[in-house]
């Protein structure tokens, strides 16, 4: 009876492995290990190149000079020369227009510009009025000249700036026009005339009506006939007289 236990005992225990099982088990886990060790390892030195490089690149543009900025790429702007010209300031011819009056020397007048004398006889330079035309059509703006020219035997200085001067436009006794009605920013310009030379200053009538403090006015001058004066200063010039058709 204990004989069949034993024998039901060996039965229930199993088979043991054989010592190939255990051999072939033990090599598997050393590749096992061996993979995982070389994959390690490749990864690790994938990681380390890469690292590398960055600090490669951070280096490079570390030592790089810095770009510069447009402001500095930008020249400096030159600094413009004083005009050689004379100042002129137009004075204004009423509400809707400004119209120039600019002194220019007379191409007949000595040059070099003649030297001022403490003989100029002031009383020689004189002042005139003049007009392009004798008559103008519908639509057609007059010009009107103011001259200063020095009759005297002396130069003489003069200031024939737009503060001293003034176009006056009546009609039949009535105040038509005026460029000190609304004239702003005069100067002053001061000339010295030869002896027998002249300044001449023009300008160009708008037809317009003005009256003093420049307040708007509507009505136009019609057709009829008009006198101009001009003035230079305390000097006035004889009229001229002008149609508008």
């Not at 004189?126 to 057609?140: L, Q």
Request: glycine residues 10%; negative net charge.
């Amino acid at each position: 009876m204990a004989h069949t236990d034993d024998q039901g005992s060996a039965r229930r225990g199993g088979r043991r492995a054989s010592p190939a099982v255990y051999r072939r088990r033990r090599l598997a886990f050393l590749i096992l290990a061996v993979l995982v060790v070389a994959v390690l390892a490749i990864g690790g030195m994938a990681l380390a190149g890469t690292l590398g490089r960055t600090d490669d690149a951070a280096a490079g543009a570390s030592t790089s000079p810095e770009a510069p900025t447009a402001a500095a790429m930008t020249p400096g702007a030159a600094t413009p020369a004083p005009s050689a010209a004379a100042p002129s300031a137009p004075p204004t011819a009423g509400p809707t227009a400004t119209p120039t009056a600019t002194p220019s020397a007379d191409p007949t007048a000595a040059s070099p510009e003649p030297t001022p004398s403490d003989a100029c006889d002031a009383a020689r330079v004189v002042v005139s009025a003049e007009t392009d035309r004798e008559s103008y059509g519908s639509g057609e703006s007059p010009v009107l000249a103011l001259v200063v020219r020095n009759e005297g035997e002396e130069p003489c200085t003069v200031n024939v700036g737009t503060s001293q001067m003034a176009f006056e436009i009546t009609s039949g006794g009535e105040r038509i026009f005026s460029t000190t009605d609304c004239q702003q920013g005069s100067q002053d310009l001061e000339r010295t005339i030869a002896p027998g030379g002249e300044e001449r200053a023009t300008f160009e009538w708008a037809r317009n009506r003005t009256v003093p403090g420049c307040t708007v006015v509507d009505e136009e001058p019609g057709a009829g006939d008009y006198t101009l004066i001009t003035r230079l200063g305390a000097r006035s010039s004889q009229s001229v007289e002008f149609t508008l058709q």
